[in-house]
């Protein structure tokens, strides 16, 4: 079971788009064996801080460890996969 | 913004123009070449090369806020929030306890190689953006820095867009109703004012901070070179780093518009007096200068002494002999200054020339005379400072400080020092005779294969004056001035010869 947690800035087009390839990689890639937490930086600016985010949006896998980060809209799944050390196209 | 020729902008002068206002910054001397501070509610880059003090400038700027009460948000993107605090804390800026009465917040944006974040796609300065403006509520904070720049820019490799998002966040925080300074590393002192031109474009105002190495001595200069909408002093400005933060030493500044005074204040010696046509002018500046021997530390000694007896109160800054030695020779000469000091009317000022650089000597000697209030000021020597300053740092020192005394009525008296015994100038005439309002010279002449003395007021503006070069002797009861040389010429150029009768 992979968590994740998807930081993003307000409702933008770009945070629509990456919540989108988030939820069609997990049903593609992860077999939908994924947690999807979604924080919007304006409105939760201190777990922002917490985990000094910079960009948006950006992607944390927390589990399973070690923790990793990708930033960016998530056009490409692959790449995605190869940040977050995720095995690609393999049951989890 | 097109230039007014003359003719433009005397027409339109009727029409008063709307400049921006100023935020005083609370950097000493900064605000004066600001013309009130930083513009309010914009935003300044702080561009320098490294090493240039950029971050204690934002640092100074930020504290100086919150000394008034308000808040402040230091965005890190170098620097970790430990080191800043603990590097700051030498200037007295007690950054952990206003973190603690939050009146001060880091937003740690430094690098973390544990976090090393591809990127994948679109993104924007989302997060940087709402941690930021987060900080700014829940501070009041009305001073906001970002340090530095160019480190952002080396993270991300999409120059453009940072460069739209930093606009945005600027943009942002002004209408949160901060005043916002950033700054930028150069690569050169002189060119570009940042190697990619980036910064330059979110900036409305641009200040340089420079770190040159002149004639092998250091030399620190500030330089607004631009306001967008707004006035500022032009040129570089030296500045230096001392315990309680950055000092800027601005130029002669203040333009003088106050009337030079008519009032007369002694030299010290009746005759010497007279031949200046009734005294110094109060706040005049005078130069006295002779080789070494002719006399210049008691005729300083005895302009102290003049100020001294007439109630004044009497300051001399000593690079050349110790105050005990002076005390001394001025107890010889029947003149208690030790006494006078235990009064409260005197102070000497002993220090090495070669002990800190011009600004710090300029510094010091402004505070002592804020402190002390002196009616009379007396340097002993110029020539001992310009033999460790480099040219330029010592003409701006004396502009400096003639300008502090003018601007306070002081009486100024300098000493400097002929390198021939016979004639002559000195480098230090050469290069501040202009500065000064009147000039006295003490000369060896060689007469008859005896060595006499001659002094002459050579200057002595705004008022006639005795221009008689007249022999004059010192003994243990101090300077006696005599009669004119008669029948004898060329004593300034040190090739004196009796006048034949009938020449």
């Known amino acids: 079971m992979v968590r994740f947690r998807l930081y993003v800035a307000g409702d933008s087009y770009r945070s629509q788009r990456a919540i989108a390839n988030l939820r069609k990689l997990g049903e593609e890639r992860l077999a939908g064996r994924y947690e999807l937490n979604v924080v919007d930086v304006q409105r939760d600016p201190d777990a922002a801080e917490q985990d000094r985010i910079l960009a948006t949006p950006t992607l944390i896998k927390l589990d399973p460890g ?12 692959e790449q995605v996969l190869m940040a977050l050390a995720l095995p690609s196209g393999q049951e989890i | 913004m097109a230039r007014t020729t003359k003719t433009e902008s005397e027409t339109v002068r009727k029409k008063p123009k709307a400049t921006i206002e100023k935020l ?10 600001g013309h009130g501070g930083l513009p309010l509610n914009r935003g300044t880059l702080i561009a320098g090369t490294a090493g240039s003090a950029k971050t204690i400038f934002v640092t100074h700027f930020l504290a100086s806020g919150v000394h008034q009460g308000e808040g402040a948000v230091f965005v890190t993107f170098e620097d970790t929030p430990e080191d800043i605090r603990k590097n700051m804390l030498s200037f007295g800026w007690d950054i952990a306890a206003w973190e603690r009465a939050g009146k001060w917040a880091f937003v740690d944006v430094s690098p973390q190689p544990a976090e090393e974040t591809p990127v994948v796609g679109g993104y924007e300065l989302g997060g940087l953006m709402s941690r930021v403006e987060h900080a700014v509520r829940k501070t009041g904070a009305r001073r906001v820095a970002l340090d530095s720049l160019s480190a952002l820019f080396t993270q991300f490799p999409d120059r453009r867009l ?37 910064e330059e474009f979110v900036a409305d105002n641009v200040v340089i901070l420079r770190n040159l190495l002149v004639d092998e001595r250091r030399r620190r200069t500030l330089e607004i070179l631009k306001y967008r909408g707004a006035n500022h002093e ?6 230096t780093i001392m315990e309680d933060g950055i000092i800027v030493i601005p130029l002669a500044a203040q333009r003088l518009t106050q009337e030079s005074s008519t009032k007369r204040v002694t030299s010290g010696s009746k005759p010497l007096d007279k ?8 706040d005049s500046i005078v130069l006295v200068s002779g080789a070494t021997g002719t006399g210049k530390t008691l005729l300083t000694t005895q302009f102290l002494n003049g100020g001294i007896t007439d109630d004044e109160r009497a300051l001399l800054f000593a690079f050349e002999e110790s105050r005990d030695q002076l005390y001394r020779n001025a107890a010889a000469w029947g003149m208690d200054f030790e006494k006078a000091e235990k009064r409260g009317r005197l102070k000497v000022i002993n220090q ?38 480099s040219l330029r740092s010592f003409r701006e020192f004396v502009i400096s400080l003639t300008s502090t005394l003018k601007e306070k009525r002081i009486t100024g008296l300098f000493t400097s020092t002929t390198p021939q015994l016979l004639g002559g100038g000195s480098v230090t005439e050469k290069h501040i005779s202009t500065l000064t309002d009147s000039i ?60 034949e009768e009938d020449d």
């Open chain 1, 66 to 77: 070690p923790s990793r980060r990708v930033t960016g809209d998530l056009t490409d799944f």
């Open chain 2, 24 to 33: 005083a910054t609370g950097i000493p001397g900064f605000d004066a070449v």
């Open chain 2, 162 to 198: 940072i460069r739209n998002e930093l606009y945005q966040m600027v943009s942002s925080l002004k209408r949160l109703g901060s005043t916002v300074v950033f700054t930028a590393e150069r690569t050169e002192d002189y060119g570009l004012i940042t190697p990619s031109g980036v």
């Open chain 2, 234 to 239: 032009r040129g570089e400005v030296p500045f």
């Open chain 2, 275 to 282: 031949m200046c046509g009734g005294g110094f002018f109060r």
């Open chain 2, 352 to 389: 090495y020339p070669h002990a800190m650089p011009m600004e710090d000597h300029l510094v010091r000697m402004r505070e002592m005379i804020e402190e002390f209030q002196p009616n009379r000021v007396a340097v002993d020597s110029l020539s001992a400072l310009e033999r460790v300053f």
């Open chain 2, 440 to 499: 006295i010279l003490l000369r060896y002449v060689e007469v008859n294969g005896s060595m006499r003395r001659s002094l002459n007021v050579l200057k002595m503006r705004g008022s006639p004056h005795d221009t008689d070069l007249r022999e004059y002797d010192i003994d243990g009861s101090g300077m006696h001035i005599g009669g004119p040389f008669r029948g004898v010429s060329g004593i300034l150029s040190g090739q004196a010869r009796l006048i």
